[in-house]
């Protein structure tokens, strides 16, 4: 009798780790995109000292060290206010990233050192498996890059791009711009 029960608890164990591994197969970027809303690992935490714009104004190309980031489709709006700060404008809320310096190319490039900024590389912490050419599946995870501003006044920024690696872009997924009475 004990016999039977043992062996029907391994069946349905079997049962189980099967179906959660098919699960995981079909369903792990998914899965791992949910939990990445509530937690994302940092690999990489630099200082900022420069940012650099590329642009029309509305969307363009955000420069932080090596990195360029596009600002599409939030698309916020970013150029130079009347107290010679690089600014950025998204939805009626207004950041300054720093003093405009003199620049040689077509871009406006900010001193952000007067801020304390800093830009994060970051990843999934739940890897899912892809199959590619090779019958060995290859583990995945999110990329993301961060950019945290905060101005003297205590204003602060938050941007947050997904990483594409497969066609080498960004893509804006965030920007929040508190005021510095939160």
Request: net charge positive; hydrophobic share 45%.
């Amino acid at each position: 009798m004990a016999y039977l029960i043992v062996r029907k608890f391994l069946l349905f164990l079997l049962f189980l780790i099967v179906a959660l591994s098919i699960l995981w197969i079909l369903a792990g970027r998914q899965i791992a995109g949910f939990v990445d809303r509530f937690q994302i690992k940092t690999i990489v935490l630099e200082p900022v000292r420069q940012v650099r714009y590329e642009g029309t104004g509305d969307g363009g190309v955000i420069i932080i060290g090596s990195q360029r980031l596009g600002l599409a489709p939030l698309n916020p709006h970013v150029g130079s206010t009347k107290d010679n700060q690089l600014a950025l404008a998204h939805e009626g809320k207004v950041f300054a990233l720093g003093t405009v310096t003199p620049s040689t190319s077509d871009t406006l490039e900010a001193d952000a050192s007067e801020n304390s900024a800093i830009f994060r590389q970051k990843q999934s912490y739940l890897p899912w498996p892809t199959f590619g050419q090779l019958p060995i599946p290859q583990l995945n995870r999110h990329k993301y890059f961060e950019y945290l501003c905060t101005a003297r006044n205590g204003q602060r920024l938050q941007m947050l791009w997904s990483v594409d690696a497969a066609q080498n872009r960004t893509s804006l997924i965030r920007i929040e711009i508190s005021d510095a009475t939160r």
